[in-house]
């Protein structure tokens, strides 16, 4: 699986988007972009993925460059419960492992 | 929505003993997960689990460990003799979707002592 690079921490202020960048020089073509975070010591939990176009859900936006080395993961209107570790993940589909770097941790803050 | 549940939540066992820990997967999820995490470190891949066999397992995931599915619900971890740095939280997560993406439990938190 490609190899990704994500800052160490972040803050932003609640009620604001929060941008989180990823990236992923080296992914390859059918290699995906997924996200998932952890609150505090909880189960992490799946967020969003995508191939090369950009994708929304109830809970964020992925945006995917269109060479692919690079996404951008977007909370809309961050929440203080939006505190959490943040994981970028580029991995093919299908039931592999998934491996889980340091990720980002994002500090909401009122 | 469906969940993973795992039980239970907090074990504290002696170094030595042996634990089973317990998950019960989304029902229409195909493949299985174990992570763990030590206090404080990365979250780390333990096995995963397809078509009742062992399909991947980590370097961690040494002859002290042991999986199992006995029915069609259940998916455990078994540690026949635990040591200290088995202490982490234990982290059970599924599978079903062809994207691959995982649905995780809550967690176990294992105490050795």
């Known amino acids: 699986d490609a190899k990704t690079t994500q800052p160490t921490s972040m803050d932003c202020a609640e009620g604001r988007a929060a941008n989180l960048p990823c990236n992923h020089s080296t992914i390859s073509g059918n290699e995906y972009v997924y996200w998932y975070r952890q609150i505090h010591s909880q189960g992490p939990q799946y967020i969003i993925h995508g191939l090369k176009n950009n994708e929304t859900n109830e809970m964020a936006s992925l945006i995917i460059t269109e060479d692919r080395k690079s996404s951008t993961l977007i909370l809309p209107h961050a929440t203080l419960r939006d505190t959490a570790v943040y994981y970028c993940?580029?991995?093919?589909?299908?039931?592999?492992?998934?491996?889980f770097g340091a990720g980002t941790r994002l500090f909401v803050k009122a | 929505e469906p969940e993973v549940t795992q039980t239970p939540s907090h074990q504290v066992t002696q170094m030595g003993q042996e634990v089973i820990l317990r998950c019960v997967p989304i029902?229409?999820?195909?493949?299985f997960y174990w992570y763990r995490q030590i206090l404080g470190q990365k979250v780390e891949f333990l096995v995963s689990f397809y078509n009742n066999e062992i399909s991947e397992k980590s370097e961690i995931f040494d002859d002290q460990f042991s999986v199992e599915r006995p029915d069609g619900s259940n998916f455990t971890l078994k540690i026949r003799s635990t040591k200290l740095e088995d202490s982490a939280m234990y982290f059970c997560?599924?599978?079903?979707?062809?994207?691959?993406?995982?649905?995780f439990g809550e967690g176990s938190r294992l105490t050795v002592l």
């Open positions: 029902s229409n999820h195909l493949y």
């Open positions: 997560a599924g599978s079903g979707g062809a994207f691959g993406e995982l649905f």
């Open positions: 993940i580029v991995r093919v589909t299908g039931g592999f492992k998934t491996i």
